[in-house]
Structures are given as structure tokens and as C-alpha cells.
């Protein structure tokens, strides 16, 4: 039985309630610890909201930086997106919260910590299973997942206690957002056909209807500057999800498969994270190597399922990142945005690594390539099937290319 819990704590209902109910519950003190991952909201009186809830201690940690250089970045680098969509906003920001609560547990002596996810997402798996990873001896507590409250319950057992809360009965969505982009689920958009009221986005509100251009500059594959002005990660991708959102382009509309079985209808609003891989993308494709790009891209979807499935923390993860960052290197340059209303482009690409060959490649006078050598290449590359064309012929005739050989040996048989 644990003494002392860190609980991963929002500010929100759930996580207010639950304070109090392992207090209650469990007879444990509670320390809440809140990882600033650039959510909204997580300045404003969170700490005191926490105490007076019945918390022994409460921190909010500034996690934006590392977040971004830690976890957004590798996530960047290896173009993910779950099921070919989603760039893992939440997936990607429960390792970090887990790496501080397990570091909290560690300085406040707890043998156990606590997150307020329910039983069907795929938070709670993210959660217990990087704690697990990284605290194999740390208790992990799920209160939401066992006190079987409703919404209303939850509000009437916080108003018995005095827990201060601003949430109401209405609150419908299920909102988690951070650096990365925003996550909305629940209400009319439980029907898959339902469309998404315009209510719910955040990020992507149109308001700009002049067309513009934005050069994102990489260097080894991170971004580092926007219109060539230098910025850090946080500020670079708070500065896109701005612009690119206000073109109202980065909306997602998906139904996915959640990791514990259950399809769900998720919108997302992602302007910075779906801007940033199609530039960094790009400029692979003038940069990566054939063969390099035709490895890499077979990974990038396996590498986007591990993080989705709370694997983190894990020696696959670890290989991949030791393959994506050798991949790197040479994936520096710019890639112009073309950013109009509803839409975002690449309209061109650069880098002094370039392998695009202008004299390779050029049609005009300027043209470089041997054109000589290719007369015995394609004979090589071909060589293999002229050979067996032959046999085939010697066996079958002349060659029908629109009939299957079954059906020709068919015809064969039952000719007289
Ligand atoms: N379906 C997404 C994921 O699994 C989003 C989860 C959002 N979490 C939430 N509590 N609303 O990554």
C-alpha cells in the first residue's frame, strides 16, 4: 500500500477531484505535479487550486523546452503521424510528464504515482507503461479508471468537499493540447458522420486572406528559423501553429484505431506539426539518399505506432533515434510555404547538400549527364526478363500481354 502518491495533475475536475479522493480512499498525501507542456491554461492558479484541494505540495514544471527539443523534435525528424495522420500530440507528451512525476516520486520519497485518465484511452497505457519503463517499483494508481463517478458526481463530490472547480455540467469535449497542437474528442462527434461543430477549433480559425510565403530553414533536420529569422523550438512552433492557423489550415478529422481496440472519431487541430513535416518531408527529398529515404520512410510508420502505443521508453525507440539522427546530417536547408486561405504548399525547396543535379537533371544545353551509358544499363536492367520472355515464347508462342500465362497454359491444353 502506498503512502505517498505524485499525481499528474491538470487543473481540470478529474485530476482536482482525484486529489482528494486518494486522500480520502487510499490515506495517502498527495503531491500534484503539472507539466507545463504548452498547454493553455496551466498558469493561471493551478498550484493553489491543487492545495486547496488537499495537495501536500504542488509544482508546475516549465517542460516546453525539453518537450520540444526532446520529444517534439525526434518526433519531427522521423516525420510521425499515427496511421499516416495524426502527429501524436498527446501521445508524445505523456513520456515526458512520466519522466518528471517518476523524478518527483524520487525527491518526495512517494512509492507511488497517479494519473486521471479513464479506461478506455490510450493515455492510461502511456502512463503506466513509461512509469514502468523508467520506475518499475513505483505503484501506479488509476482513481478515475476505479471510482466509477459520472461527470455529475464528480462535480457534486467536489462541491461536498470544497474543492474549487470551474467546470460545469455542460462541458462536453475532451480537450488535451500542448507545443504540438490540440485534441478534441467527445460530444456530436461520438457520430462518425457528425460534423465537427465550428465551435470547437482553436488553433485554425480563419482570419488571414492574403496569400503569403514562409521559409522554414532546418539545420540536420530541426528547424531553426522562419522568413531567416533564428528562434527556438518553442517559440518557432508557437510562432507557425499562429500563422499557419490563422489560415485555418492543420484540421484533422479521422476515425483511429485506439490501442485498446476501440475506434474513435478524433478531430485535431495541428497547424504547426502538420506544416513542419510536410517541410521537413520536403526537404529529405532533395536531400536523403535513395536508398537512405526508402529505409527511413518504411520505419517512420512503425516509429509513429511506438510512440502511439506508450512505448517510449523502449530499446526500439532508442535504435530508431540512433537511425533517424545518422539519417539527419545532411538535411539542412529551406523549404518555401506557400500559406493561402484553407491550404499550405511547398512551393520550393534548397540546401547546400542538395543532390538534386541541375546538369543531371536539365533537358537543356547545360546538360551533363552521359547519355551514352545508358543504353547498356537499361540492357543489364532488363536482361533478366528478356531471358525468360525468350523461354516463355519457345513454350507458349508469341506473347499475349494481356492474358495470364495460367489461362495461356489452359488454352494450350486444349488445343488438338
Ligand atoms: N486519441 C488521441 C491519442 O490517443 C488523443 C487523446 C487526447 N486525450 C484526451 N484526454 N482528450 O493520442
Not at 145 to 155: A, F, L, N, P, Q
Not at 164 to 180: F, G, M, Q, R
Given at each position: 500500500?502506498?503512502?505517498r502518491?505524485?499525481?499528474?495533475?491538470?487543473?481540470?475536475?478529474?485530476?482536482?477531484?482525484?486529489v482528494?479522493?486518494?486522500?480520502?480512499?487510499?490515506?495517502?498525501?498527495v503531491?500534484a505535479?503539472?507539466?507545463?507542456v504548452?498547454?493553455?491554461?496551466?498558469?493561471?492558479?493551478?498550484?493553489?487550486?491543487?492545495?486547496?484541494?488537499?495537495?501536500?505540495?504542488?509544482?508546475?514544471?516549465?517542460?516546453?523546452?525539453?518537450?520540444?527539443?526532446d520529444?517534439?523534435?525526434?518526433?519531427?525528424?522521423?516525420?510521425?503521424r499515427?496511421?499516416?495522420?495524426?502527429?501524436?500530440?498527446?501521445a508524445?507528451?505523456?513520456?515526458i510528464?512520466?519522466?518528471?512525476?517518476?523524478?518527483?516520486?524520487?525527491?518526495?520519497?512517494a512509492?507511488?504515482?497517479?494519473?486521471g485518465?479513464?479506461?478506455?484511452?490510450?493515455?492510461?497505457?502511456?502512463?503506466?507503461?513509461?512509469?514502468r519503463?523508467?520506475?518499475?517499483?513505483?505503484?501506479?494508481?488509476?482513481?478515475v479508471?476505479?471510482?466509477?463517478?459520472?461527470?455529475?458526481?464528480?462535480?457534486l463530490?467536489?462541491?461536498?468537499?470544497?474543492i474549487?472547480?470551474?467546470?460545469?455540467?455542460?462541458?462536453?469535449?475532451?480537450?488535451?493540447?500542448?507545443?504540438?497542437g490540440?485534441?478534441?474528442?467527445?460530444?456530436?462527434?461520438?457520430?462518425?458522420?457528425?460534423?465537427?461543430?465550428?465551435?470547437?477549433?482553436?488553433?485554425?480559425?480563419?482570419?488571414?486572406?492574403?496569400?503569403?510565403?514562409?521559409?522554414v530553414?532546418?539545420?540536420?533536420?530541426?528547424?531553426v528559423?522562419?522568413?531567416?529569422?533564428?528562434?527556438?523550438?518553442?517559440?518557432?512552433?508557437?510562432?507557425?501553429?499562429?500563422?499557419v492557423?490563422?489560415?485555418?489550415?492543420?484540421r484533422?478529422d479521422?476515425?483511429?484505431?485506439?490501442?485498446?481496440?476501440?475506434?474513435?472519431?478524433?478531430?485535431?487541430?495541428?497547424?504547426?506539426?502538420?506544416?513542419l513535416i510536410?517541410?521537413?518531408?520536403?526537404?529529405e527529398?532533395?536531400?536523403?539518399?535513395?536508398?537512405?529515404?526508402?529505409?527511413?520512410?518504411?520505419?517512420?510508420?512503425?516509429?509513429a505506432?511506438?510512440?502511439?502505443?506508450g512505448?517510449w521508453?523502449?530499446?526500439?525507440?532508442?535504435?530508431?533515434?540512433?537511425?533517424?539522427?545518422?539519417?539527419?546530417?545532411?538535411?539542412?536547408?529551406?523549404?518555401?510555404?506557400?500559406l493561402?486561405?484553407?491550404?499550405?504548399?511547398?512551393?520550393?525547396?534548397?540546401?547546400?547538400?542538395?543532390?538534386?543535379?541541375?546538369g543531371?537533371?536539365?533537358?537543356?544545353?547545360?546538360?551533363?549527364?552521359?547519355?551514352?551509358?545508358?543504353?547498356?544499363?537499361?540492357?543489364?536492367?532488363?536482361?533478366?526478363?528478356?531471358?525468360?520472355?525468350?523461354?516463355?515464347?519457345?513454350?507458349?508462342?508469341?506473347?499475349?500481354?494481356?492474358t495470364?500465362?495460367?489461362?495461356l497454359?489452359?488454352?494450350?491444353?486444349?488445343?488438338?
Open positions: 500500500m502506498a503512502n502518491v505524485v499525481l499528474a495533475y491538470s487543473g481540470g475536475l478529474d485530476t482536482s477531484v482525484a482528494r479522493w486518494l486522500i480520502e480512499e487510499h490515506g495517502v498525501e503531491i505535479l503539472c507539466a507545463d504548452g498547454q493553455s491554461g496551466s498558469d493561471d492558479g493551478i498550484r493553489e487550486r491543487a492545495l486547496a484541494a488537499g495537495a501536500i505540495e504542488a509544482e508546475v514544471v516549465d517542460c516546453r523546452d525539453e518537450f520540444a527539443r520529444y517534439v523534435v525526434p518526433a519531427l525528424r522521423a516525420n510521425a499515427y496511421e499516416g495522420t495524426y502527429p501524436l500530440v498527446s508524445l507528451s505523456r513520456p510528464i512520466v519522466k518528471h512525476m517518476v523524478r518527483a516520486a524520487r525527491e518526495h520519497n512509492d507511488a504515482v497517479a494519473h485518465c479513464t479506461g478506455k484511452g490510450n493515455d492510461q497505457v502511456r502512463f503506466e507503461v513509461s512509469t519503463s523508467l520506475a518499475p517499483d513505483l505503484e501506479v494508481l488509476a482513481p479508471r476505479t471510482w466509477g463517478m459520472t461527470r455529475e458526481e464528480s462535480i463530490y467536489a462541491y461536498r468537499h470544497d474549487p472547480i470551474t467546470a460545469t455540467k455542460e462541458k462536453v469535449y475532451s480537450i488535451d493540447d500542448n507545443l504540438w490540440r485534441a478534441i474528442e467527445c460530444g456530436e462527434m461520438e457520430d462518425p458522420w457528425a460534423v465537427p461543430p465550428p465551435g470547437v477549433w482553436e488553433l485554425t480559425v480563419p482570419t488571414e486572406s492574403e496569400p503569403r510565403d514562409l521559409v530553414s532546418f539545420d540536420e533536420g530541426v528547424p528559423a522562419l522568413d531567416g529569422e533564428p528562434l527556438g523550438m518553442v517559440g518557432l512552433i508557437d510562432r507557425m501553429n499562429r500563422i492557423g490563422s489560415f485555418g489550415w492543420g484533422i479521422m476515425v483511429e484505431n485506439r490501442r485498446v481496440g476501440i475506434k474513435s472519431r478524433e478531430t485535431y487541430e495541428c497547424p504547426a506539426a502538420l506544416a510536410m517541410a521537413h518531408a520536403d526537404l527529398s532533395i536531400t536523403l539518399e535513395r536508398d537512405l529515404a526508402r529505409e527511413k520512410s518504411r520505419l517512420e510508420p512503425r516509429y505506432e511506438l510512440i502511439y502505443d512505448l521508453f523502449s530499446p526500439l525507440r532508442q535504435a530508431f533515434d540512433a537511425f533517424i539522427d545518422e539519417s539527419q546530417r545532411l538535411v539542412t536547408g529551406d523549404v518555401r510555404l506557400r493561402s486561405p484553407g491550404r499550405c504548399e511547398v512551393t520550393g525547396r534548397r540546401s547546400e547538400f542538395s543532390l538534386y543535379d541541375y543531371l537533371a536539365t533537358y537543356d544545353a547545360a546538360d551533363s549527364f552521359r547519355h551514352e551509358d545508358s543504353a547498356g544499363f537499361v540492357r543489364l536492367w532488363g536482361l533478366g526478363l528478356e531471358t525468360w520472355a525468350s523461354k516463355r515464347v519457345a513454350h507458349d508462342g508469341e506473347i499475349d500481354p494481356t495470364p500465362a495460367a489461362e497454359d489452359g488454352e494450350e491444353a486444349m488445343r488438338p
